[in-house]
Nanobody, 121 residues
């Protein structure tokens, strides 16, 4: 029904930067909140940043001032600019979207497959 495809992950040295992208496709009528979450080995999945369809953003404390979330509603896409990366940012990053499908009266939560970000020297 809805597919979220992430791209842009990889290996980067501490202090480096990456840009993640996530594009949604499917029988979409409207997308509400979208966001990025991450899960490090042995830890629970945690919120990184979210953005509403009006562009209001919210960040987790550990990434404030370093990461920037943005959105292109015309493309059903969000982006995450990761700057000043630290080894503790190493995790699988997941895209999330709150979607109303065409012909449906209910919103559902969708997740991407996840993309690895590794920060290491």
């Amino acid at each position: 029904q809805v597919q979220l495809v992430e791209s842009g992950g990889g290996l980067v040295q501490p202090g480096g930067s990456l840009r993640l992208s996530c594009a949604a496709s499917g029988i979409i009528f409207s997308i509400y909140d979208m966001g990025w979450y991450r899960q490090a080995p042995g830890k629970q999945r945690e919120k990184v940043a979210t953005i509403t369809n009006r562009g209001n953003t919210n960040y987790a404390d550990p990434v404030k001032g370093r990461f920037t979330i943005s959105r292109d509603n015309a493309k059903n896409a969000i982006y995450l600019q990761l700057n000043s990366l630290k080894p503790e940012d190493t995790a699988v990053y997941y895209c999330n979207a709150d979607v109303l499908l065409r012909g449906s009266a209910f919103r559902n939560d969708y997740w991407g497959q996840g993309i690895q970000v590794t920060v290491s020297s």
